[in-house]
């Protein structure tokens, strides 16, 4: 029996999205990344319409990670109190596509750092790699409205992408990043709605479509990731139906997520396997299992993990027959 | 795919003889269609007819059930593409690898390695549903007698890995009372296998390198009498099987077409443990029936099984935690009390929350169907009088000797009401339990 013809018939497209600029640019980045352009659902259609490969961002913290497990904590040892230094393990070593530059260590509630060691910070890491930035705030929002504007003004011209901002508190970061020329995160807390509202905010204030990345809020594997995988879902038939306003590619935060759940982290767990090896699976298993959904950007940290992903990525994407 | 009223209107007698209790075969046909009325109802519908009816009725991607007793695994009857559509039905199976290499100890080795493969999350048993037994002896002897001994160490259900006919057979003639799944037919063995599958009343497995191959493959079988298939897309690269494992699950579901509406199997093959974890994850999520795993590190299995368990969970029920009281490291009769949800992640959120601010801590769980805190109190079922009947039940009292209730941010609104019907001292806790660290290392001391 003859295969019938399978049309999708989807008119829409994610969009594609360039971060980090050259010296032609204006910017000092030697190596960009572009994201998006997915043209349908995951693995739907031919290998051709799935627009960009996925890319990891790792995470370096401004500060020196308080709460880290040993076992997360471990490779990072050496370098965990120079951003800097751990920027460049992580783009020289693990391979990294993007660095997340992460201010844990501006929220007032942990070292309560100020605007000055941020800015401090950012320059330290834009001068020790070259990838393109990540910059994303400490989750507190008036802090962040201190901090972050300056941030962006250090990097100005690099085109990183800057966030998150939310439906409450999105004005300032918004102005900051237009005028900066960055791009810039929308988050919601795993609320299809939100999500769309806070990109209408954000462009109402005159930001160009074309320069946003969803943050859709993230679950870990076997705590809440299915809320993610179906939002994640949800944007991508969204976008490949047409809506403009769910049309951006999306950063998921896998890394965080993941150490915060006891199977990646428990020591003594008879029957689990040593932590050394589940940690890190279970932060690559998180990754994997939203890549499904439709991703671009995952945030992510163990060296180990991240590099299972991008093999995963990489067998994945050049492993065709048909290309 | 459901036939219109025209055309199962071309099925009927068309003698309008008004036993069924319409006035024409046409009226008939068209209530028919809208399943509004039932084909029995017509005396003189000839067999043909109703044969065909019941086949265009079918589901559009068959269930398989292999295994026996309590460990019988059901695969396929998926009905969409995307679990918020409706939710997915069969759970993938996951099954590890035996070869018919082993034997003594080492096969009871591996077989123990396996066996341990099961874990409780949230109350619920998960854990490898299957062991595939690999011919790669090439003998048949040494294939039949690993499967049956399997068989006997192993409740688990069973799948028969060889592309050998004569080793098929020997090992089902060891194992058939457990119905194994038997991988399976390729084009060049389809006859022997499928003759030993129909005698054995077995499923079998269809394995070919191209959906092309893998169609014709299926109605070979079929045509030969085997109703139970699974389909085994082996393709080249990782890309291609999944690309094709998508394009049958649109075209069994969304064009109804039958020689590819069956579940699927996946062989994940070697490669290092993480290697293969990734790939089984991106297999079980995209529509990958059964995916046969060579690692049994418990380090993949687990969060593989927790991968499943999640994008199968139904969407429109939250997932809930039991109603109880959990203590949190060693807490003693000096440690915090607080109280939240029964949803499963409002629980996690601030359990996590409370495991990073290592003061031991008792978390009461309030039943309220499975809903936020927020949604729970506007919908009444999170009120002084739901928290002081589950304080009661679940004798909050003897846990501790002060009298102090620390309670979600979001409702300090009922801090009033709660203190009279309980005679707690109510601490208003933060709005985000993300505070809750700082929360309980400052202000609880």
Not at chain 1, 282 to 287: D, I, K, L, R
Request: aromatic letters at 6%; glycine letters at 8%.
């Amino acid at each position: 029996m003859p295969i019938p013809e399978v049309a999708d018939g989807f008119t829409g497209s994610v969009t594609r999205l360039a971060l980090g600029t050259g010296p032609d640019e204006g910017g000092t980045r030697t190596s960009t990344v572009v994201v998006g352009g997915s043209q349908n659902v995951v693995y739907g259609g031919a290998p051709a319409d799935a627009g960009e490969r996925p890319v990891i961002a790792m995470d370096v913290l401004d500060v020196r990670p308080a709460d880290w497990p040993d076992v997360l904590l471990g490779p990072f040892d050496r370098v965990a109190d120079d951003p800097a230094d751990w920027a460049k393990m992580c783009v020289e070593d693990c391979g990294a596509d993007l660095v997340c530059l992460k201010f844990d260590g501006v929220h007032p509630d942990k070292a309560d750092k100020d605007a000055e060691h941020a800015v401090r910070v950012t320059e330290a890491v834009l001068n020790a790699v070259g990838v393109p930035l990540v910059l994303w705030g400490s989750g507190n929002d008036d802090k962040d409205n201190q901090v972050m504007p300056k941030v962006s003004g250090a990097a100005k011209g690099e085109r990183c992408l800057i966030g998150t901002v939310t439906e409450d508190n999105y004005k300032s970061l918004t102005a900051i990043a237009l005028a900066d020329d960055h791009c810039l995160i929308t988050e919601a807390p795993l609320d299809i709605n939100i999500a769309k509202q806070v990109n209408i905010l954000v462009s109402d204030m005159g930001f160009p479509l074309e320069r946003i990345v969803t943050f859709q809020s993230t679950g870990g594997l076997g705590y809440g990731i299915e809320y993610a995988y179906s939002i994640q879902e949800r944007q991508r038939l969204a976008a490949l139906g047409g809506d403009k306003m769910m049309a951006m590619p999306a950063i998921c935060d896998v890394g965080y997520e993941s150490w915060r759940c006891k199977e990646a982290k428990l020591d003594e767990a008879p029957g689990w396997g040593p932590t050394e090896n589940r940690g890190p699976m279970w932060e690559a298993a998180t990754a994997v299992c939203l890549l499904q959904a439709g991703v671009d950007i995952i945030r992510m940290r163990h060296p180990k993990a991240v590099a299972t992903v991008k093999a995963f990525i990489d067998e994945l994407w050049n492993g065709s027959s048909e290309a | 795919m459901a036939l219109t009223g025209l055309e199962i209107f071309k099925l009927l007698p068309k003698g309008n003889c008004k036993k069924c209790g319409m006035p024409t075969c046409l009226a008939f046909a068209m209530q028919l269609a809208q399943k509004r009325a039932k084909l029995e109802d017509c005396p003189l519908v000839s067999e043909e007819a109703k044969e065909k009816l019941a086949a265009a009725a079918a589901p559009p991607m068959r269930r398989i059930v292999f295994g026996s007793g309590e460990h019988q695994v059901q695969v396929g009857q998926e009905t969409v593409l995307f679990r918020h559509e409706e939710k997915f039905h069969s759970p993938t199976a996951v099954a590890t690898t035996v070869s018919d290499t082993l034997t003594g100890e080492a096969l009871t080795d591996r077989l123990n390695t396996a066996k341990a493969l099961q874990f409780e999350r949230v109350g619920t048993q998960i854990g490898i549903k299957a062991i595939a037994v690999c011919n790669e002896s090439g003998s048949a002897e040494a294939f039949a007698k690993t499967c049956a001994a399997v068989k006997e160490s192993c409740d688990l259900a069973l799948i028969l890995v060889s592309d050998l006919p004569e080793a098929m057979a020997a090992a089902v003639k060891q194992t058939a009372q457990c119905v194994p799944l038997l991988a399976g037919a390729r084009t060049n063995t389809a006859d022997g296998m499928a003759k030993i599958a129909k005698d054995a009343g077995c499923p079998l497995v269809a394995r070919a390198g191209s959906l092309e191959e893998l169609v014709e493959l299926s109605e070979k079988i079929k045509a030969a009498g085997v109703e139970d298939i699974v389909l085994n897309l082996e393709a080249p690269t990782l890309s291609d099987q999944l690309y094709g494992l998508s394009r049958m699950r649109v075209l069994s579901l969304k064009k109804v077409f039958r020689p590819l509406g069956y579940p699927t199997l996946s062989f994940v093959g070697d490669g290092e443990a993480t290697r293969q974890g990734a790939i089984a994850i991106s297999l079980a999520c995209k529509y990958s029936g059964i995916v046969v795993l060579d690692t049994a590190e418990p380090w993949v299995n687990l969060p593989l099984l927790t991968a499943v368990m999640n994008v199968f969970s139904d969407p429109q029920k939250p997932v809930q935690v039991e109603p109880k009281v959990y203590a949190i490291g060693e807490p003693d009769e000096n440690s915090p009390v607080m109280f939240t949800t029964n949803f499963s992640l409002t629980y996690y959120t601030v359990e996590s929350d409370v495991e990073n601010s290592r003061v031991p801590s008792y978390i009461l769980v309030v039943d309220t169907e499975g809903t936020s805190v927020l949604t729970a109190y506007s919908g009444d079922k999170l009120n002084e009088k739901t928290v002081a009947q589950a304080m009661t039940k679940h004798g909050v009292e003897d846990l501790v000797k002060h009298r102090k209730l620390i309670i979600p941010g979001y409702v300090a609104v009922m801090s009033g009401k709660l203190e009279e019907a309980t005679n707690w001292e109510v601490m208003v806790g933060p709005r985000e339990c993300s505070m809750l660290p700082k929360y309980l290392q400052e202000v609880w001391k």
